[in-house]
């Protein structure tokens, strides 16, 4: 009896208590009642915005800021220069590629795209069925930094390493904010007034969520994604021009071997690069909706060889230029 006492004294000793917390039956119910909400208002968006996004593509509204994008199926890897703007999946996932690397998101998570950036994007699920369906909403960072003064309390400044690019969980009250933009379109007498006060609902959710610290550095004069973003602009002025980095350097005052490194951190590339990049969407732009030959295209957006002009082509489109338009004009995309 003793032993047989021992063993089971002993067995209790080397056992280890595991603490399970039971939510109790308020909580459940809360929790539940929340995600019910949650769900009630996602399917109220994606509703609306199938509604709206009438034809395949990007679809204009009437509110400048705001497009919806729409697609019945996956798609290969498209390039595309994308500027300052957040975008928000209601249906469907995507994938935006910048270097090496890639991001996804879907209506769980929302893209920012913080600066102006060269990426390939990639629609991953879509049927004609359950389309992929998205709203894009233009970023305007001089209001952003209008709102910046209004806070009191101002996010952490973002690290060196900040890409200009990121997705964020979407929360409630970033949907809520959306909901009702989209509501507006409904009344288009409505939007002169009232589509600038949920726009900047809007900016501030981002401001104050889990990210929003990715947006400050863009929106003061003084930071170094401020001074990115004016390097990115002036490449977008100067794009076919030979490129000095000293020249570039000086213009958003700081010192080349700086702008170089503050520039890969925020655009995965260097500025060289970033400009071949400009180069090549602008040629295939004259390409496709203009008309001009290759060669010209080339030599109109900088390149003096025509043979290198059309192996950089291939090399980011994926084809020379002439069977890469032929590709787009035949499937009905825009470049």
């Not at 509110?63 to 469907?92: T, W």
Request: hydrophobic content about 45%; proline content about 6%; aromatic content about 6%.
């Amino acid at each position: 009896m003793r032993r047989l006492r021992r063993r089971v004294l002993s067995a209790h000793r080397t056992e280890s208590v595991k603490y399970v917390i039971v939510p109790t039956k308020s909580k459940v119910s809360d929790l539940h009642a929340a995600a019910l909400k949650l769900d009630a208002r996602h399917k109220e968006l994606s509703d609306r915005v199938a509604r709206l996004a009438g034809q395949e593509g990007i679809n204009l509204t009437g509110f400048a800021p705001l497009a919806i994008s729409r697609a019945g199926q996956p798609s290969i890897g498209m390039p595309a220069v994308c500027q300052p703007s957040v975008c928000i999946v209601v249906q469907g996932r995507k994938s935006a590629r910048l270097g090496e690397e890639v991001f996804y998101y879907d209506p769980l998570n929302y893209l920012v795209v913080s600066v102006t950036l060269p990426v390939v994007g990639q629609v991953i699920e879509a049927t004609p069925e359950h389309p992929y369906l998205c709203i894009r909403i233009n970023l305007d960072a001089e209001e952003i930094g209008r709102m910046l003064l209004e806070l009191k309390q101002q996010p952490s400044a973002p690290s060196a390493a900040d890409r200009g690019l990121f997705v964020a969980r979407v929360g409630e009250p970033l949907l809520d904010a959306v909901l009702r933009l989209v509501r507006l379109l409904d009344t288009p007498a409505d939007l002169p007034v009232l589509a600038p006060i949920a726009l900047r609902e809007i900016y501030y959710r981002l401001l104050t969520g889990e990210l929003g610290h990715r947006l400050i550095d863009l929106a003061e004069s003084g930071g170094n994604a401020h001074r990115i973003a004016r390097a990115i602009d002036w490449l977008k002025q100067h794009y076919a021009a030979p490129l000095r980095i000293e020249d570039l350097a000086a213009v958003v005052h700081m010192s080349p071997s700086a702008l170089h490194h503050r520039f890969k951190a925020v655009s995965g590339m260097s500025p060289l690069q970033f400009q071949k990049q400009l180069r090549l969407h602008e040629a295939r732009r004259l390409m496709f909706a203009d008309g001009l030959e290759c060669a010209a295209a080339g030599h109109r957006v900088g390149y003096e060889s025509p043979s290198q002009f059309s192996r950089e082509y291939r090399r980011l489109f994926g084809a020379p230029p002439r069977q890469e338009i032929a590709k787009l004009r035949e499937a009905g995309q825009a470049a």
